[in-house]
T-cell receptor
């Protein structure tokens, strides 16, 4: 089975622009989470979606938004980009059911804001 | 709020030797999961090992094992017979046990491990 996929791999934007990152979970997984990993740090939680509803949100400004589609793929949108938004953005999916705790990560999208 | 602390920013080990990476965490939860993830230069976050807090027995996956001390809130990773391919950033992570879909991972800052030939 294919793993979690993310697109694009790399992205360069300028301050003030908007960006959309995409994620496709592992087949059968209904939960998708987004994390931001700044260079030299551990990933920080941004959003979690389950069954197309937002189930959790980290400490990020309203410039960050996300959604999940009926096929469980997801988009992360960031408006009015700042230099500090430069990071690796990771998507993770998780299988359904009680006791399914392990999240499986995609390869990430490297965003550079100039 | 939960926090995860990895006190060793960098470590190195000779090939075929054993190394232990440290992790401590802070939580008031009684039921949770702990993970070690590996992130090589390719950036892909790969699960190494997981531990359920209600299980006394330490988890083991081939050359990887953990020392889980619940009372001390400690969760160290031991890598035996280190291989060059083990060179990577290692992240310790915590997750509350709850209904599916609303429990994010909380990560430490990572330990950069270099395996030397």
């Amino acid at each position: 089975d294919a793993g979690v996929t993310q697109s694009p791999t790399h992205l360069i934007k300028t301050r003030g622009q908007h960006v959309t990152l995409r994620c496709s979970p592992i087949s059968g997984h209904k939960s998708v989470s987004w994390y931001q990993q700044v260079l030299g740090q551990g990933p920080q939680f941004i959003f979690q979606y389950y069954e197309k509803e937002e189930r959790g949100r980290g400490n990020f400004p309203d410039r960050f938004s996300a959604r999940q589609f009926p096929n469980y793929s997801s988009e992360l949108n960031v408006n009015a980009l700042l230099l500090g938004d430069s990071a690796l953005y990771l998507c993770a999916s998780r299988p359904p059911g009680l006791g399914t705790d392990t999240q499986y990560f995609g390869p990430g999208t490297r965003l550079t804001v100039l | 709020a939960q926090t995860v602390t990895q006190s060793q920013p960098e470590m190195s080990v000779q090939e075929a030797e054993t190394v232990t990476l440290s992790c401590t965490y802070d939580t008031s939860e009684s039921n949770y999961y702990l993970f070690w993830y590996k992130q090589p230069p390719s950036r892909q976050m790969i699960l190494v090992i997981r531990q359920e807090a209600y299980k006394q027995q330490n988890a083991t996956e081939n050359r990887f094992s953990v020392n889980f001390q619940k009372a001390a809130k400690s969760f160290s990773l031991k890598i035996s017979d280190s291989q060059l391919g083990d060179t990577a950033m290692y992240f310790c992570a915590f997750m509350r046990a709850s209904a599916p879909g609303n429990t994010p991972l909380v990560f430490g800052k990572g330990t950069r491990l270099s395996v030397i030939a």
